[in-house]
């Protein structure tokens, strides 16, 4: 495996990034076919309004991420600014404005520092490299709430994946306030790309939940620069999703306030879909998360979240579980409840939980991913902009 944490191990990727105070900006440098998944928010930023219209292209040559300000809400201005953006991306990197792609975080309904941002850009631009420290400082300048950088590389025969994202708070299915970033060497047209990250968002950004609330922001860009040649699209569809799980699960674990990990698995249910209705829901419910967070295993909470979530089971067939690092506890086994939960109090006394749920109406799976609510969430979320 390479030495590069994530993007810099794919061939053709070059990147760089600054940090003053909180506001940062990261570049990154890949040609190739490009796709991009958005906000199901119909309060959209402006460089998503941008993007969703020019990734039609299906080419990107580099993106510009300025953390500090979402540039969000902003109207007409807002949209000249991330179109300055990406002209000035252009400008430092010779390139097509059209094949830059642009994302923004921070703060909702303020303005864009442009100076500052045409400052930071002309700053790292002659820095951009292909190295383990490069990947590293776009990862740190995109953070906002972010404890920790997140970072995935998932290598298979003949090509690799790699990806590095940010996301902490308000995150929610149809993403959340992450921005994601992925790249292959892998050869493959860009309507095959499109088709690809759709199913990896669905089954790893989508089924993340931290708080429940949608970001105006969100978008995962991906670009495959041809490299390695072409490969099996199945088999680079399960890479891509392998990937875009990592970081997901990164996310959740890094959830503001959080000091779980939980995931939650459902089988048995008519169908995928149910299933993702069901672990979504679970995942999400506040009274789930409290529980987890106070270590008490009322896995009354988690069926009752499971039952209003729009999946049809019947209640009195379902068994459900805990688990921990190391003790697996049952809660319920079709309907009959346990006696004896000290186990499952047990389970929870770690930093990652498992909740896994059998429906017994199907053969339908998912898995979604989200962390405790804590004190502390309040605490941040109650001065985010002061």
Not at 24 to 52: C, D, H, S, W, Y
Not at 86 to 92: G, I, Q, S
Not at 211 to 232: I, L, M, R, W, Y
């Amino acid at each position: 495996m390479s030495e590069m944490q994530s993007i810099c191990a794919v061939e053709g990727v070059y990147a760089a990034g600054i940090k003053e105070g909180k506001y940062g900006l990261a570049l990154i440098r890949a040609e190739g076919t490009a796709a991009a998944a958005f906000t199901k928010n119909i309060a959209r930023a402006a460089p998503v309004i941008l993007m969703q219209d020019r990734i039609k292209r299906g080419k990107l040559a580099a993106t510009i991420t300025n953390s500090g300000c979402a540039n969000a809400l902003t109207g007409q201005r807002g949209i000249n600014d991330a179109e300055e953006m990406a002209a000035v991306t252009a400008e430092e990197l010779s390139l097509d404005p059209l094949e830059v792609g642009v994302a923004s975080t921070g703060v909702i309904s303020r303005y864009l520092n442009l100076p500052l941002i045409r400052d930071q850009c002309h700053q790292i631009a002659p820095h951009l490299a292909h190295s383990p420290s490069a990947e590293i400082s776009a990862a740190k300048a995109i953070m906002t709430t972010d404890l920790v950088e997140k970072h995935a590389l998932v290598t298979r025969e003949g090509f690799t994946i790699g990806g590095i994202c940010k996301g902490s708070g308000m995150i929610a299915p149809n993403m959340g306030t992450m921005l994601g970033y992925v790249y292959t060497d892998a050869e493959i047209s860009a309507p095959d790309l499109q088709s690809a990250l759709k199913t990896a968002v669905r089954r790893s950004f989508n089924r993340v939940v931290v708080d429940g609330d949608t970001s105006t922001n969100d978008v995962v860009f991906c670009t495959a620069t041809g490299a390695a040649g072409k490969v099996p699209l199945n088999e680079f569809t399960s890479a891509l999703e392998e990937c875009c799980i990592s970081l997901g699960r990164q996310i959740a674990r890094d959830g503001e306030g959080a000091t779980k990990l939980i995931e939650v698995i459902v089988r048995g249910a008519r169908s995928e879909d149910e299933a993702d209705l069901v672990a979504r829901t679970v995942v999400g419910s506040p009274l789930v998360k409290t529980a987890i967070y106070g270590e008490d295993p009322n896995w009354g909470r988690i069926v009752a979240a499971a039952g209003r979530s729009g999946a049809e089971f019947d209640p009195e067939k379902v068994s459900c579980w805990i688990a921990g690092s190391e003790r697996r506890a049952a809660v319920c086994e079709r309907g009959v409840l346990s006696e004896d939960l000290s186990i499952a109090k047990a389970a929870l006394g770690g930093r990652e939980v498992q909740i896994e749920l059998d429906l017994s109406a199907g053969n339908g799976k998912a898995v979604a991913w989200g962390c405790d609510l804590t004190e502390k969430y309040v605490e941040i979320n109650g001065k985010y902009t002061t």
